[in-house]
Nanobody, 123 residues
Framework: QVRLVESGGGLVQAGGSLSLSCAASGSFFAINNMGWFRQSPGKEREFVAGITWSGGTTSYADTMKGRFTISKDNAKNTVYLQMNSLKPEDTAVYYC????????????????WGQGTQVTVSS
């Protein structure tokens, strides 16, 4: 079974930086793309950034452009999110999501989610 495990959350002061990582593990799988989402209390989960696995094409939500950078390490099946100039409104649980083909299940792509990691930005 494919699993996504995030790490790197924590508490940081406004203006500071944090780096998140998310590693995919399992057997006989292929990643199509991966991304980061976040959810604050009382709000819907929102898209943060995404990256295609083969070409490395990135996309960002408008409010994160210029502050957040998504990157990947294909050999480690890991996606990263570097967050700079953090603001209190960036406080949320951050989730990684992978669109992954698990060959044990066939050729279809499925969405896999990590367990989430808390990011808290103090003012």
């Amino acid at each position: 079974q494919v699993r996504l495990v995030e790490s790197g959350g924590g508490l940081v002061q406004a203006g500071g930086s944090l780096s998140l990582s998310c590693a995919a593990s399992g057997s006989f799988f292929a990643i199509n793309n991966m991304g980061w989402f976040r959810q604050s209390p009382g709000k819907e989960r929102e898209f943060v950034a995404g990256i295609t696995w083969s070409g490395g094409t990135t996309s960002y939500a408008d409010t994160m452009k210029g502050r957040f950078t998504i990157s990947k390490d294909n050999a480690k099946n890991t996606v990263y999110l570097q967050m700079n100039s953090l603001k209190p409104e960036d406080t949320a649980v951050y989730y990684c999501k992978g669109k992954i083909r698990d060959f044990r299940l066939g050729i279809n792509l499925y969405d896999y989610w990590g367990q989430g990691t808390q990011v808290t930005v103090s003012s």
